[in-house]
């Protein structure tokens, strides 16, 4: 069964502070990862995608790929109450063309 | 660059009747996708179509659910009959082409109430 793990949540970190989201995923053959922010009652918005092993940089985000470990991981720096939703994880599954298999999802909230 | 358009944004239908989402892909978008979203769950696949060709259909009910996209542009998602677990929220998306590193976006989506 091809799965893409969350902890639910919820995340609570003060304004300021480093959020940290974390992803697994049972594919071993997985080769491309996206995060996807959802504010409740909006629909996901693409805010990281990493290919290879490693950091990758965006902003305030970082996304970390560790596919020996099948581990996704995204890390928000001085995170602002508008960083509050849920963090949708998700795997393109090899053997697939393209089709995502997301997580359930974190909800993370920042408190000012 | 104009988004994914959906509509309706909003439908509510008694249990065993049919129901139509109509979806407008990025310009320039070959592939589009329709997910079911079920509160408090991640999206789940529902249908891809390359152009007008259907990639991948195999999480779709066929026997409630049918997707067309005729032209190889819009793109339609028909329920019918609907039943009470398909309440959800439907939503499209569009990459550029087929392939593991091509970025997917979504439209609004459609919040779907059976009752």
């Known amino acids: 069964q091809k799965e893409v793990e969350q902890n639910s949540g919820p995340l609570s970190v003060p304004e300021g502070a480093i959020a940290s989201l974390n992803c697994t995923y049972s594919?071993?053959?997985?080769?491309?990862f996206f995060w996807y922010r959802q504010y409740s009652g909006k629909s996901p918005e693409l805010i990281m995608s990493?290919?290879?092993?490693g950091d990758k940089e965006d902003g305030r985000f970082t996304a970390q790929l560790n596919k020996a470990s099948q581990y996704v991981s995204l890390l928000i720096r001085d995170s602002q109450p508008s960083d509050s939703a849920t963090y949708l994880c998700?795997?393109?599954?090899?053997?697939?063309?393209?089709?995502?298999?997301f997580g359930k999802g974190t909800k993370l909230s920042v408190k000012p | 660059e104009a988004g994914v358009a959906q509509s309706p944004r909003y439908k509510i239908i008694e249990k065993r009747q049919s129901v139509a989402f109509w979806c407008n892909p990025i310009?320039?978008?070959?592939?589009l996708y329709w997910y079911q979203q079920i509160l408090g769950q991640g999206p789940k696949l529902l249908i891809q179509?390359?152009?007008?060709?259907?990639?991948?259909d195999s999480q779709l009910p066929k026997d409630r659910f049918s997707a067309e996209r005729l032209k190889g542009v819009d793109s339609t998602l028909k329920i019918q009959p609907a039943k009470l677990e398909d309440s959800a929220v439907y939503l499209c998306?569009?990459?550029?082409?087929?392939?593991?590193?091509?970025?997917?976006?979504f439209g609004p989506g459609t919040r779907l109430t059976v009752t």
């Open positions: 998306a569009s990459s550029l082409a087929v392939g593991s590193s091509y970025e997917q976006y």
């Open positions: 594919d071993r053959v997985s080769q491309s």
């Open positions: 990493i290919y290879s092993n």
């Open positions: 998700a795997a393109v599954y090899g053997g697939s063309q393209g089709n995502l298999i």
């Open positions: 310009s320039g978008h070959a592939t």
């Open positions: 179509f390359q152009n007008n060709g259907v990639v991948d």
